[in-house]
């Protein structure tokens, strides 16, 4: 099996940023929860407003994978406290643009370009899980079938 990545936003961060959340949500496949499967339900009904609970849900869903992909993160060394801020950042932006996708925005590069402008360096970073990090070899994902927007 492989990836092919197409980044919705074209720099060599969005690449490092995606592999990183990439590998939260994988992680997150090999600990299922009802929370993880509802938010992965709410993808689906695209063209809809979500209420403000189901938009906390695919809230805390995203915001573990990108402290997952953090932690990956933090495995390969320090972090400069810019690029820390870029990926939290990153993080709110993919989410805002997650939503409005879900809810009919018509997503692309361009649409996240414009949430990735309009989003200022969040006074609280991402921060790496505190648990080790899952080897994919050993404890495989489960098989959900997922849409990437």
Do not use: N
Request: proline share 7%; hydrophobic share 40%.
């Amino acid at each position: 099996r492989g990836i092919t990545l197409f980044p919705k936003y074209d720099s060599r961060f969005a690449l490092f940023f995606t592999v990183a959340h990439l590998y939260g949500h994988m992680v997150q496949l090999t600990r299922t929860t009802d929370g993880m499967r509802r938010s992965i339900g709410f993808v689906y009904r695209r063209g809809t407003t979500l209420a403000e609970g189901e938009v906390q849900c695919i809230y805390d869903y995203e915001v573990e994978a990108a402290a997952i992909g953090r932690r990956l993160i933090a495995e390969l060394g320090e972090v400069e406290r810019a690029l820390d801020a870029h990926y939290s950042r990153m993080f709110l932006a993919d989410f805002h643009y997650l939503i409005d996708t879900i809810e009919g925005g018509r997503g692309g590069p361009e649409s996240f370009e414009r949430f990735l402008r309009r989003e200022p360096v969040p006074w609280r970073l991402i921060q790496p899980d505190p648990r080790p990090l899952v080897d994919l070899r050993i404890s495989p994902p489960e098989e959900i079938p997922i849409t990437v927007l």
